[in-house]
């Protein structure tokens, strides 16, 4: 086990809590969490960061001293001022990179100093999670991911990697969130569709009992008599299956299925794998195998074939050298072939499904990203029918009215998701800078900035807020 004689720092410690901390050091921790009341913020990150030199694990008060750090820093507002700090503190970065694999504590400390001055400095907040990671300290990672995330809220790879440190720590409904914010910025994308897809098979796990138990003291193994479909269980549903065991299963399920060829959870299984492993021909051969056996219509299945099309057609692009002199061209065959192929598939599983709401609002998305608004706007009319995609429906269907050029009724759409939303999530953000952005266009300044403050008042680093609340009170 590791131990840094600096920090006291074990890996695989597990992060404390407030009672599990001596007297001492917890009451400094109240003395900064009062000193952060009264606004003294050099104070309290003094404070802060003695305790976390006594209890570096103490997660509460790492969350504190963010807090802190940001609120000295007036928000953090602004990605110029952030890159300026950021070119001043590649010293310690360089030197916390060195540190991370041989002393990843080590790292974390130098990590902290740089966010001391710089809070959303995002390679400092990337040592975080890496060495967070590494000390088993996940409610720590997903500290920096959330910040990382909010600066960079179109980064598919950070919003996952997101999702799954919150999917670590039981907090799956948020990391539902997480993609399903993300989503509407890429539109039908299979990574965020396969990732969403393990996230609700561990909330299965979760709810049946069947994730460690909830009092910390066993776990799903120990509810099953059979240790071994215990561990057969666990990697079936691992959001990352590594390639052995991906291989060992595929073995597996491929002897099983000789003497069950009609077991369509065996196939279907098999057919999932060698999707992950890329083999999307050989994946696609078992979904036909499937249609074959069900000889009926499946609305489910034909989603997963079209995903596993579309996942094979990104692969093929991303396997495309840049440097090569066709590049450009090979790339834009791919995705217009990808995007035709998506716009007729989901053209005729609509029409077999008709009254499926859920292809109603894909089939939008798909016209919304063709650049066919017209379209779009039918098919999310009709989608408003589902209650689970309502309000996302609505949300596109703003923005189509907007492109249009439709003010009034964008803005009049967008007030109507606004009051389906009771909690101020993402979503509801979205939708309150939606409408901003359309009462700005209608020439009503003073009613858009009421919206923006409606953001601003509780999350001053979402997009450019605090720059357009800033240049309207310049302008006064």
Do not use: W
């Not at 098979?201 to 479909?229: C, N, P, V």
């Amino acid at each position: 086990m590791d131990f840094s004689p600096e920090l006291g720092l074990q890996s695989g410690v597990a992060e404390k809590t407030l009672s599990e901390i001596i007297r001492e050091v917890r009451l400094r921790f109240t003395k900064g969490s009062e000193a952060l009341q009264r606004e003294n913020f050099d104070y309290a990150i003094d404070l802060f960061n003695q305790v976390l030199e006594k209890e570096p694990t103490l997660y509460e008060c790492r969350k504190a001293l963010r807090t802190a750090q940001q609120r000295r820093a007036g928000g953090g507002r602004g990605f110029l001022k952030k890159f300026i700090s950021s070119a001043g503190s590649a010293p310690a970065l360089a030197k916390a990179q060195m540190a991370l694999h041989k002393d990843p504590a080590e790292a974390l400390k130098i990590a902290e100093q740089i966010l001391n001055t710089d809070p959303n400095n995002p390679g400092a907040h990337k040592i975080v999670v890496a060495a967070a990671t590494a000390l088993e300290m996940p409610r720590t990672a997903v500290l920096s991911l959330e910040t990382l995330v909010k600066h960079s809220p179109k980064d598919k790879a950070l919003a996952i990697q997101l999702a799954q440190g919150l999917a670590d720590i039981g907090e799956i409904r948020l990391a539902e969130n997480v993609l399903a914010n993300i989503s509407r910025t890429h539109l039908a994308d299979s990574e965020l569709a396969q990732a969403l897809k393990n996230l609700s098979a561990r909330k299965t796990l979760r709810e049946g009992g069947y994730e460690a138990l909830a009092d910390g003291e066993g776990s799903y193994r120990d509810i099953l008599k059979d240790k071994d479909e215990a561990v057969a269980l666990e990697q079936q549903n691992r959001q990352v299956k590594t390639e052995d065991v991906a291989e060992r299963l595929i073995q597996e399920y491929e002897e099983r299925l000789k003497a069950e060829p009609k077991n369509l959870k065996l196939v279907r299984s098999l057919a999932e794998l060698y999707t992950q492993k890329k083999q999307f021909d050989r994946a696609l051969g078992y979904y036909d195998q499937i249609k074959a056996l069900e000889g009926g219509s499946d609305p489910s299945l034909e989603r997963a074939i079209a995903e596993t099309v579309v996942r094979k057609l990104d692969h093929e692009i991303a396997q495309l050298d840049p440097q090569a002199p066709a590049h450009a061209e090979k790339a834009a065959r791919l995705k217009a072939e990808k995007q035709t192929y998506q716009l007729a598939e989901c053209q005729k599983r609509l029409e077999r499904f008709s009254n499926d709401r859920l292809i109603r609002f894909e089939m939008g998305q798909l016209y919304f990203q063709a650049g066919k608004i017209t379209e779009a706007i039918q098919e999310f009319q009709k989608a408003q029918a589902n209650p689970h995609k309502r309000i996302q429906a609505l949300y596109y269907l703003g923005q189509c009215f907007d492109r249009r050029g439709i003010l009034d009724l964008a803005a009049r759409t967008f007030r109507n998701a606004i009051k389906g939303k009771l909690l101020f999530d993402e979503e509801k953000k979205d939708l309150i800078y939606a409408l901003a952005g359309v009462l700005e266009k209608m020439g009503k300044k003073e009613e858009a900035i009421e919206q923006f403050k409606l953001i601003y008042e509780s999350d001053i680093g979402y997009k450019d807020v605090a720059a357009k609340m800033d240049a309207f009170y310049a302008g006064q």
